[in-house]
């Protein structure tokens, strides 16, 4: 029997230097469950240190965690890299680190890096610069995160930077992505069409870096249950799964 759940499969938390400091994990999934959320993503760049955080953080709550990275590949363009489990993703952390270049995190331009616990404590400041171009390109992304038995979707490919389509220009055919992300700011079906992307999986995230955005742009996933081959099926239609993107500008609980 399929189910509805609302999820958000863009997700950073405190890890990404960008990321405002409330988003750590029991606000994550505080917010996650006001906004009517059933699903989220961890998705921090280059990293899934706080993984394990945000999944302990939501036992118990309702809300369901993908284990996630958004990697940056060596084209500069962003892919959510998504698991079912912790062990995957931290497998795959470690093929991305031997990929990211040795440089320090410079604080005072790319902001703090900071490993917390389920209870939001820090644990210790990540001191090798995440916000990145890694090693790898588009095309070993995608092929080692299927054999991992995780999937890939390029994200906000409606951004003017970090876009597959603005950097590539193209999806390149045959490349095994399980959908294409649209950011909070397009609406879907006019996008869409307009960029010519009919035939092509489409989910909608947040991208949230503060909790205020956290759900503001989410996909409806009718499936059998939130893992990652369900997400997969619904994002290609088949199976009488499906993905229903959802653009949402204001706040509150998602309707």
């Given at each position: 029997m399929l189910k509805v759940y609302l999820g958000d499969l863009h997700v950073h938390t405190v890890l990404s230097p960008c990321a405002s400091h409330n988003m750590a994990p029991s606000f994550i999934v505080e917010r996650a469950r006001q906004r009517g959320l059933d699903l989220v993503a961890v998705t921090d760049h280059n990293s899934a240190e706080n993984v394990v955080a945000v999944v302990e953080a939501a036992r118990g709550s309702g809300l369901h965690v993908l284990p996630g990275m958004e990697v940056e590949t060596v084209e500069e363009v962003h892919v959510l890299t998504l698991f079912d489990?912790?062990?995957?993703?931290?497998?795959?952390?470690?093929?991305?680190?031997?990929?990211?270049p040795d440089l320090p995190n410079e604080e005072s331009v790319f902001g703090v890096q900071l490993i917390v616990d389920a209870e939001d404590q820090p644990v210790r400041k990540e001191s090798r610069r995440l916000l990145i171009a890694t090693g790898l390109s588009l095309q070993m992304v995608v092929d080692e995160v299927t054999q991992l038995g995780g999937i890939c979707i390029a994200a906000h490919v409606?951004?003017?930077?970090?876009?597959?389509?603005?950097?590539?220009?193209?999806?390149?055919p045959g490349l095994a992505l399980a959908?294409?992300?649209?950011?909070?700011?397009?609406?879907?079906?006019?996008?869409?069409?307009?960029?010519?992307?009919?035939?092509?999986?489409?989910?909608?995230?947040?991208?949230?870096?503060?909790?205020?955005?956290?759900?503001?742009?989410?996909?409806?996933?009718?499936?059998?249950?939130?893992?990652?081959?369900?997400?997969?099926?619904?994002?290609?239609?088949?199976?009488?799964?499906?993905?229903?993107?959802?653009?949402?500008?204001?706040?509150?609980?998602?309707?």
């Open positions: 489990t912790v062990e995957q993703v931290l497998f795959w952390q470690e093929m991305v680190y031997a990929r990211l409606d951004r003017p930077s970090y876009s597959l389509i603005q950097n590539l220009g193209f999806v390149p959908a294409l992300e649209l950011s909070k700011n397009v609406s879907a079906p006019e996008y869409t069409r307009r960029a010519g992307l009919e035939g092509y999986g489409i989910v909608q995230s947040s991208d949230a870096h503060d909790l205020e955005d956290l759900g503001l742009a989410h996909t409806e996933f009718f499936v059998a249950a939130p893992t990652v081959d369900e997400i997969r099926l619904a994002c290609l239609g088949q199976c009488g799964r499906r993905a229903v993107p959802h653009q949402r500008m204001g706040s509150g609980t998602i309707a």
